[in-house]
């Protein structure tokens, strides 16, 4: 129920929906369901500004997927990863994880596109040059 009420409200725009789906997270056992609901809640934590809790709510979802659903864990990573391109609290983390970042961007295939994207932003975002986060 959670998940469908945070899942609608995301569509609408809904300041809400990140809370529920964090709460329908929780509460999800199966591993799949839970992947689904951890890649809508991060698109709800960033686009409204919660970027802090989108790196909470993620963690443990990116771990547990890192090593066996590379593309999927690339995708979670890219939400997870945003507060560190848009907050400079969390650029020294990002700049920090910037080599596991690319080894998994790298083994993401379509979910690792994304990832690539944000970590080539950072880069300009800086003014680096485009070959440091070339692959």
Known sequence: MLHQLGSAELLAREP???DH???ALNVTRDRGTRAGIALLLGRAAVSTGRLADAR???????????????ELAA???????A?????PRFAPELERDLP?????????GAG????WLLIAFRSAFDGGPPS???R
């Open 112 to 115: 690792g596109r994304s990832l």
């Open 132 to 134: 440091r986060s070339s």
């Open 16 to 18: 809400d929906a990140a």
């Open 21 to 23: 789906l964090a709460q």
């Open 75 to 81: 995708r979670l990573e890219t939400y997870r990863s």
């Open 83 to 87: 507060a560190g391109v848009w907050h």
């Open 100 to 108: 596991r970042l690319r080894t998994l961007a790298a083994r993401g």
């Open 56 to 70: 909470e709510w993620l963690g443990a979802e990116i771990e547990q997927l890192e090593d066996t659903q590379p």
